[in-house]
Each structure stands twice: as structure tokens, then as C-alpha cells.
């Protein structure tokens, strides 16, 4: 029996259920729950009700002001195309986009775009929980390298990170499910202080090939490398590291972390996701010959778009009450933000970050982003993937 049948059927029998005797009552609700298959006390309930039961309750609680189609559209439009950031951080991220989002899609009414600003994070969680996706996590392809732990020491306290310049440095394997055999890895090397990161490509992580990415992210970094922390891998200890750190009159602390301790480096170790899970995905990549298409994306369109469009936090303190850690996080910022901020870096520096700034369209460079990313993944074979795309 259909919903609509069930609704006609229970608008003949109400009024006569109503107006009969008690036993009248008995028989007609034995009736009326063996033709519907209702059970008896939910069958009571929705008789006795003056209105329909089933008409759609009217939600409680005020009108949302954020539900026009446009309001909700351009929210969405930032959303995605900032690659699904959180609602603290988008809320951020607003006002940084906004100007281009006019320039490459349509204009706004004044109230969206007043709407857009003074939307808080909580809202947009609402909002957009409709379209949240789910993902899945990869392989560790961490392999100690255990020649070199006497030389290298372990950075047992956090450094003085009140300047740019300390970086952490992590591989990540595009390896699909299996670690056999021979494919890309890639290199992430993230600034305590500031945020500002930069990825590398590199096919089978070789001492050699990771160095040579090391120096090709420190020649294009604002600031001065002053610290290089890693983990126990076999990429990072090494004599080819430890001699570019040491025998070159460089002022670099190089350092280690813990074994089996991923909160030693933290900072980098959530851009595993951000940085490159979310751009690469989890599929094999065992074809030497994109390393370099991959490098070409990394060093121009991502590092541009990443660091001077994309805000992120920072844990300012925690505080641990009874069994429960409660944290304080700053306002987002994006790390070109950071930098322009500090005092240790020269105006030179600003003064061309300043005039890159003021050359980007962060959906122009979204949108080769893509371009590139389909040309990289046009003869990769894709796996299935939990993650939904909207």
C-alpha cells in the first residue's frame, strides 16, 4: 500500500474513528492497522491528531538569511575551489577571494556580498554539511636509516620559532597499495613559523634525488633556511645531507626527530593531506616520466597558490584540565600573510612577494591547477576511491 493510499485511507476512517464509541473505536483500529500494517500504539497517535500526520513539520527556529540560490552558490564556488578548507579558515579566505571571484564568474548583489562577510564558521559548517565528502588514508613507506643517528641529533625541544627560516621536512609514497617496486615519492618541506611550504617530486627517493630537491626549494624560499628537521628516514640520513648541512660553512641546524614520534613534526606532517594527498590522491604513479610534469605543478601553480591564497592556524597554546586538552588557535592567516609580517625577512624580499601577490588570480591558477592535473592523470589508471566528488 502506497504513502498516498495510507494518507486517503486514513482521511476516511479518522472523522468516524473520532466520533465512535469505545468499541466502535477497538474495531476500527484493528482494521485500520491490518490494512496499513501500522503498529497499534503509533496507529492511536496518528488518529487522535487534529492535523494531518502526514504533513511536513515546519522547522523551528528563525529564518536562515543565508538562503539564496546566489549567496549559496558563490559560497560553494570559494569553497570548492579553495579545495574544501575548513569553515574557519574559508571564513578567512572570504575576503581574499571575493574580488576575483567577480572578476571570474559574475558580480554579486551587495547584500551576498555583505552576507559572504560577516557569515561566522558555524554557519558555513550548516551550510555546506550537505556537501562534506569522506576520504581515505595511504601507506607509510618510512624506512629508518640507521648509519648516521649518532651525528644527527635529535631536536628534543621545540625550537625558537619566533622567526621564519625552521622547516620540517617529510616524503610521502604515491604508491598506490603496494610498496614494491619503483615510483614517485614527494618531498614536503613546511616552515614552523610562518607556514610557508613547498613540495617536490622525486622518482624512488634517492639520497642524491632529495637533495637536489632540498637545494631547488631553499633557492626559492623568502627566507633564509636556518633549520632542517626530518624524520628517521633513509632519504634524510644520509652523507649526501649531512655533508651539504655541515662541510658547506652553512648556518643550518639539521635535526631529528624521535622514532615512531609523527608529533615531532607536526607542522609538516599535516600537509600530508593538504599539500599532497589532497592534490595526487592515493593512486600509483610508477611512470618516471611524470616527475617532471608533476615538478612543473609543485614549484608554480600550487607553491603560488597554496602560500599566498590558502589561510591556515596556528596552535597558540594547550592546556591540559583533568583528562581533557583544551587549545587556543590564532586568527588564519596565509602564510604570504606571515611572512609580510616578520621582521626578519628583508624588504627586498617583501617588495617581490608583494608584486607576485598583486600578478595572481587564485581561480585563474585553480583552473590550471586542473589543466595540469588531468594531463599528469590521462594515462594513470585510477582506482576506486572512497571520496566523493560534488
Known amino acids: 500500500m502506497s504513502r498516498s493510499e495510507k494518507r486517503a485511507y486514513l482521511n476516511k476512517i479518522k472523522e468516524r474513528y473520532l466520533k465512535a464509541t469505545k468499541k466502535e473505536k477497538s474495531i476500527i483500529l484493528n482494521e485500520f492497522c491490518l490494512v496499513c500494517g501500522y503498529n497499534k500504539k503509533y496507529a492511536i497517535r496518528i488518529l487522535n491528531k487534529s492535523d494531518n500526520s502526514y504533513k511536513t513539520k515546519r522547522k523551528v527556529g528563525r529564518k536562515s538569511i543565508y538562503d539564496s540560490e546566489e549567496f549559496i552558490t558563490a559560497l560553494k564556488d570559494i569553497w570548492i575551489n579553495t579545495d574544501y578548507i575548513c569553515s574557519k579558515r574559508l571564513k578567512q ?19 551576498t556580498k555583505n552576507d559572504l562577510l ?11 554539511k550537505r556537501f562534506r565528502v569522506y576520504n581515505r588514508k595511504g601507506l607509510s613507506g618510512t624506512k629508518p636509516g640507521t648509519l648516521l643517528k649518532n651525528q644527527i641529533p635529535i631536536r628534543e625541544n621545540n625550537w625558537d620559532i619566533d622567526r621564519p627560516g625552521f622547516m620540517e621536512a617529510d616524503t610521502v609514497a604515491h604508491c598506490g597499495t603496494s610498496l614494491y617496486g619503483d615510483f614517485i615519492w614527494s618531498l614536503t618541506m613546511t616552515d614552523i613559523h610562518t607556514g610557508w611550504s613547498e613540495n617536490r617530486a622525486v622518482w624512488n627517493k634517492g639520497g642524491i634525488g632529495v637533495l637536489n630537491k632540498i637545494t631547488d626549494i631553499e633557492s626559492r624560499l623568502p627566507f633564509e633556511l636556518k633549520g632542517f628537521d626530518c624524520d628517521n628516514g633513509s632519504e634524510f640520513l644520509n652523507q649526501h645531507l649531512l655533508r651539504y648541512f655541515t662541510d658547506n660553512g652553512k648556518n643550518t641546524k639539521f ?37 617532471d610534469k608533476i615538478n612543473s605543478l609543485y614549484s608554480e601553480e600550487w607553491s603560488l597558490y597554496n602560500n599566498y591564497f590558502r589561510p591556515s592556524q596556528k596552535l597558540i597554546k594547550k592546556i591540559k584540565i583533568n583528562s ?61 576511491n572512497v571520496r566523493q566528488r560534488i
Open 93 to 111: 579566505a572570504i575576503p581574499l577571494w571575493l574580488p576575483f571571484y567577480e572578476k571570474t564568474f559574475n558580480c554579486l548583489s551587495d547584500k
Open 118 to 128: 560577516k557569515i561566522s564558521p558555524s554557519a558555513i559548517d550548516r551550510i555546506l
Open 255 to 291: 635535526t631529528r626527530s624521535r622514532p615512531n614520534k609523527k608529533n615531532d613534526n607536526a607542522h609538516v606532517e599535516q600537509k600530508n593531506w593538504t599539500q599532497v594527498r589532497n592534490l595526487l590522491g592515493y593512486e600509483r604513479l610508477d611512470d618516471e616520466t611524470l616527475v
Open 324 to 384: 581533557k586538552y583544551t587549545r587556543k588557535y590564532d586568527i588564519p592567516k596565509t602564510p604570504y600573510l606571515r611572512v609580510m609580517e616578520s621582521e626578519y625577512v628583508s624588504n627586498e624580499n617583501k617588495e617581490i612577494l608583494k608584486k607576485t601577490f598583486e600578478s595572481l588570480n587564485p581561480f585563474e591558477l585553480k583552473s590550471s591547477i586542473d589543466r595540469k592535473l588531468k594531463d599528469i592523470f590521462k594515462n594513470v589508471k585510477v582506482t576506486p
